[in-house]
């Protein structure tokens, strides 16, 4: 079984929690719900995270309901994702996008960053 790595830093994600006062959010598709808890739980950033959302694999996209969800719960949302599925769900729900390219798509069109950590070193 793959198991997610630890890519994000967690001294930039408080450096930029502290700085922009800003929430981090998860929202992840995957087919088991239960272990991709467990190893979040594990990643040393976890505790900095305010919401997180596994969503089980679906036809469509799940993630477009998700982003205007918390369109309306939050003022401004940028969505960091991995995927051209992640770069349309934000299209079609209206909130910003930044591609990190950690997945196995290049976002043409789209800005990006190789990894979360030159996402953030950039807003910070």
């Keep these: 079984m793959k198991?997610?790595?630890e890519i994000a830093s967690k001294k930039l994600l408080t450096h930029a929690q502290e700085k922009a006062n800003c929430l981090f959010i998860v929202l992840s598709l995957r087919s088991n719900i239960s272990l991709a808890r467990e190893q979040?739980?594990?990643f040393s950033f976890a505790s900095l995270f305010d919401e997180v959302f596994f969503i089980p694999h679906s036809s469509g996209n799940p993630?477009?309901?998700y982003?205007?969800?918390l369109k309306k719960k939050y003022q401004n949302i940028m969505f960091v994702g991995d995927s051209i599925n992640?770069?349309?769900a934000a299209t079609q729900a209206a909130v910003g996008f930044s591609g990190v390219l950690t997945g196995f798509y290049a976002f043409n069109g789209y800005e990006s960053f190789p990894d979360i950590n030159h996402f953030l070193l950039k807003y910070i």
Excluded: G, Q, S
């Design 86 to 88: 992640d770069a349309t």
């Design 67 to 69: 982003l205007c969800n």
């Design 63 to 65: 993630k477009v309901d």
């Design 3 to 5: 198991y997610d790595i």
């Design 40 to 42: 979040f739980a594990c």
